[in-house]
């Protein structure tokens, strides 16, 4: 029924580490669903979050704990619950018998434990080790693309997606072969050809996982507003949001980093390219808002 999910058990994801197991019940709205269980005498921190908003909710199913707070020794056990914002210091709890634990939390947690997520990121690395020109360019893409979102004031839910899009926007290379994406000179037809499926392929392999939501990011990184991007043409409001930014934090990042076929233009050169082409490819809200966050970085020089 559209609208309503039944999963029947069914998680969208489990990490296990061998003293707990983590399993993602749902994730949206900013929200992440988890149930957790921890083995008698592990121990496990809540730690403070540097986001203010930041809001985490536990509510203990079965199992006891016990925690120190201000002198006081505190214990929980099944049916008690606690929460946590703007938490000042770590708080410990020891698992006095084996528990299990529902929480809502309004900061990402699971999607850096998450198995699939760090075995993308592992494609993406080696994409990266092919050729030692775009070392760490997915690192320095998100860097920029959430700043840049955060100035334009992008919902949590949003910028969260938008993160895992930008570390991940070039896994589809895996399959570009070594000698093209090193190549000294101009591509030839052919090879550009095998270059422009890397947003589909891609997307593609995020569509297979619980991600699949960001798939579409990914798949229009490189869609430009006027519609000469690829792979769809896609023109103006039919590009997301997420991708407009990825496409411009992605041609700075490429431009400002030595490659193959060239040395890296300076930040000044390649802001100013940027913005000779907005309306034409790049968005006019997006390119304001990631000069603003090269202003703050230092890379530019703020001029009247």
Not at 18 to 23: F, I, N, R, V, Y
Request: hydrophobic share 40%; with cysteine; net charge negative.
């Amino acid at each position: 029924m559209k609208g309503l999910d039944i999963l029947k058990g069914n998680y969208l994801e489990k990490v296990e580490n061998g003293t707990t197991t983590l399993a993602l019940l749902g994730r949206g709205g900013g929200l992440e669903l988890l149930k957790q269980k921890i083995l008698k005498d592990n121990t496990f921190i809540l730690f403070p979050s540097e986001a203010v908003e930041a809001h985490e909710f536990y509510y203990i199913l079965d199992g006891e704990i016990q925690a120190e707070i201000e002198d006081d020794l505190i214990k929980l056990g099944k049916d008690d619950f606690f929460s946590c914002k703007e938490l000042e210091v770590p708080v410990s709890f020891k698992v006095l018998e084996t528990v299990s634990l529902f929480s809502v939390s309004t900061v990402p947690v699971f999607h850096y434990l998450s198995k699939i997520i760090e075995e993308l990121r592992g494609i993406g690395e080696r994409v990266e080790q092919k050729d030692r020109y775009t070392f760490n360019h997915s690192a320095r893409v998100a860097n920029y693309a959430v700043k840049t979102a955060a100035k334009m004031k992008l919902s949590r839910d949003s910028m969260e997606s938008l993160f895992l899009a930008s570390i991940l926007h070039d896994i589809g290379k895996i399959n570009i072969p070594e000698e093209v994406l090193k190549k000294p000179s101009k591509l030839t037809d052919e090879e550009f050809a095998l270059v422009k499926k890397h947003p589909g392929d891609g997307a593609a392999m995020i569509r297979d996982t619980p991600y699949k939501d960001i798939a579409d990011i990914v798949e229009q990184h490189h869609e430009r507003v006027n519609g000469r991007g690829y792979p769809f043409g896609l023109t103006g409001d039919e590009i997301l949001v997420e991708a407009k930014i990825i496409g411009v934090c992605d041609t700075f990042d490429a431009m400002t980093e030595d490659r193959a076929y060239r040395s890296a233009f300076t930040p000044e050169y390649a802001m100013a390219e940027i913005e000779q082409l907005i309306g034409i490819q790049y968005d006019e809200e997006v390119a304001i808002a990631f000069k603003h966050v090269l202003i703050e970085e230092g890379k530019l020089i703020d001029t009247p």
